[in-house]
């Protein structure tokens, strides 16, 4: 990757109060990974407590980052399309050009359903001057394309994790573009805002090592495709994402905190969880403790 430098790292998150404990852990792990890096941490949001704002701060109270708190009135997706797992939330991307400082040039985008596990300076410092953003593909959507009815040699990435170009964003007007795209093609949006931006910067974004967005797809699936696909997937670096990765990103339905313990590296996911303020009080290990026994006794007959 070509290389500029930038001292302080921007990052944002879009959350509602039903993913405040996981954005927590995954700013906790990003901070104690990243020890030697200055943070200026957005929060995109329109209903969150004053309590969980308290256990955000007091999770973060040891490290020297700033943290930015920015409502956000949402009416404006009353059209969007939700489903599965997905709020509103997943669509407050498209209002980032709109809510940021306008002398931010980019940022770095993350979901709440992953951790970090090394330093992100490397792809902070990617140059994308010519780009949108840089994400990495969808893992395990390689003929979605056409699906969305963009060309079938092109490349779909995956949204929860993007270096966002912000002056091109602002150039190409996504908020506007994205909202028209709701109100007049509804039908074809299916997996969110991520397929409004992919409509929106088919081929303008550049691809980068799965490393950074470890999806479920190469932790599994992809054990049982074919020779071609797992090809492919080399040319995206997936081994070294696999055991090694920087980013662990738990899309899909099945999380951690939602019965998926035996999900790769949810043991450690644990240990950053477990240094927030959302840790598991003692009466709920003790529930956590007994019901686990109550499992093993269950299977036993």
């Known amino acids: ?16 109060e039903k993913y405040i404990p996981y954005a927590t852990t995954a700013l906790v792990s990003l901070f104690m990974n990243n020890g030697n890096e ?70 770095l985008y993350f979901d709440a359903d992953i951790f970090i596990r090394k330093s992100i300076r490397k792809l902070w410092d990617a140059n994308i001057s010519d780009y949108a953003l840089a994400a990495t ?14 060309k079938e040699s092109s490349l779909y990435f995956n949204s929860g994790i993007m270096l966002i170009n912000l002056n091109y964003w602002r150039k190409i007007d996504v908020y506007n573009t994205g909202i028209a795209l709701i109100k007049d093609q509804p039908e074809r949006i299916k997996w969110w805002d991520q397929d409004i931006l992919n409509i929106i910067f088919e081929n303008k974004w550049l691809p980068v090592s799965l490393e950074w967005n470890a999806q479920p797809y190469i932790f599994d699936e992809i054990d ?5 696909i797992k090809s492919k997937y080399k040319k995206h670096n997936y081994l070294q994402a696999k055991t090694h990765p920087t980013i662990v990103h738990y899309a ?6 939602t019965g998926g313990s035996n999900l ?9 969880f477990n240094k927030t303020s959302w840790k598991p009080g003692l009466l709920n290990k003790t529930v956590i403790f007994f019901k686990k026994c109550f499992s093993k006794i269950t299977h036993a007959k």
């Open 38 to 107: 200055l943070f200026n941490v957005y929060i995109i949001y329109n209903t969150i407590s004053e309590s969980s704002k308290s256990k955000i701060i007091s999770s973060c109270k040891n490290f020297d980052h700033q943290i930015i708190f920015i409502k956000i009135d949402d009416s404006f997706l009353a059209n969007a399309p939700i489903t599965h797992h997905i709020s509103l939330a997943a669509y407050y991307r498209l209002s980032l050009v709109n809510l940021l400082p306008v002398e931010l040039d980019k940022i």
């Open 1 to 16: 990757m070509p290389e500029t430098t930038e001292k302080v790292i921007s990052v944002a998150f879009t959350v509602d």
């Open 137 to 150: 593909i969808a893992a395990g959507m390689d003929d979605y394309p056409k699906e969305l009815l963009l």
């Open 264 to 272: 790769p590296f949810a043991a450690e996911y644990f240990n950053y």
């Open 224 to 228: 049982s495709a074919p020779e071609s």
């Open 252 to 257: 899909g339905g099945t999380k951690p905190w």
